[in-house]
């Protein structure tokens, strides 16, 4: 079957540099020296913005610094990311930057520590605080601060987009800053860096990344590009995910589902996602819940809501084949029958498939169990909105928003 499609051929691509390979973290130092300033003698400081701890508990950090030393750069840590990022921690960041004269931001860890960066370096060189921004009020006039990434997990798609997800904690939302001038200007993916990553956050962020590459297969932005990215993705990530989960130190595998997390992020920056995306905000800002188990619970129950439509019947038929020709089903024990022929009975499998993959995966299958009730349900999708909703290929109302809660509780 033929699914790129080419009457949609009209799209928007931005990318920053990608280095990809095992061990290449020790380019950060060169790295940084080509992004600003190629006399070595020149003095750098950088602004390395991480997590609390899991990059020193690995024994990365030390490394890293060491890198940077080498290259006669000199290192403020900002290790003030705790969970997603909030307004406080971006403004308090940019005023360390300015008052430590930073001219380099480094982002390594998770997403959100990379969208903490990319909103930090955005921040630094245009006036204003945080809030000025968030909710597409501005967009940032000037280009960022020199800013390198690289990614402690496999999922967001964070090194490649152009927005960082902020949480404002007085005004109880989740929105994102966005505009190209917050792009990063290297990327270094370096699946060692992975390896330490523990089972519940690979399992989080691989559920999002599958979850993010499927929604951009069918969103209705979803251009030749995207599609193109998507496949590719779903290829690499669906048979890998459930194997990583219970072989972690498995470079091989660390590697598939790091280069599907990116170009899942190519896929979804050009195509935009979903309604899964769409609800994902406001329960994680309600609720407290992580992101990708969030997503990976009600994936299913979007796509059964989506696959009324003929066309995105194809492309879960499409996703069938992938898994199939991928040989997961003999690898990993998911107790699913034989794919059936019929394009719509195929969409319907893929589904279930889903479902098998995240239930293997140790990711709830209900709201119930992550402590969502009927009761919540009509809050929650007061709040359900954005671009990923308008992007959902079946359109969507209060009511049908309602329906597909109500059937994943
Ligand atoms: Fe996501």
Redesign the pocket.
Known sequence: MEILNFSKKDFLFRSPRIIFGRGKISLLGEQSRYICEKDIKKELNAFLVTGKSSLKKSGNLEKILKNLNEANISVFIYDEIEGEPTTTVINYGKKLVIEQKSNIIIGIGG?SVMDSAKCISGLVTNDGIVEDYHVGRRSFDKVGLPLILAPTTS???SEVTNNGVVIDPTRGIKQSIRGDKMMAHVVILDPELVLSCPKKYTTFSGA??L??SIEAFVSKASNYLSDFFAIESIKLLLPSLPKVVNDLLNIELREKMMLGSFIDGLA?ATSK?GA??GF?HPIGVKHNIN??LV?GLLLPYVMEYNAELVYVQNKYAYIADIAVQSNIINEVDLKIKDCPDRIKDKAVWTIELIRKIFKHCEIPLHLKEIGITEDCIDDIVKDTKGSSLNNNPRDTDKESLKQILLNAL
Do not use: N
Request: one cysteine or more; hydrophobic letters at 40%; glycine letters at 24%.
């Open positions: 997403g999922g967001t798609g999002d990344a979850v993010q979804f996602l899964v995306h994902a992101h990708g997503c």
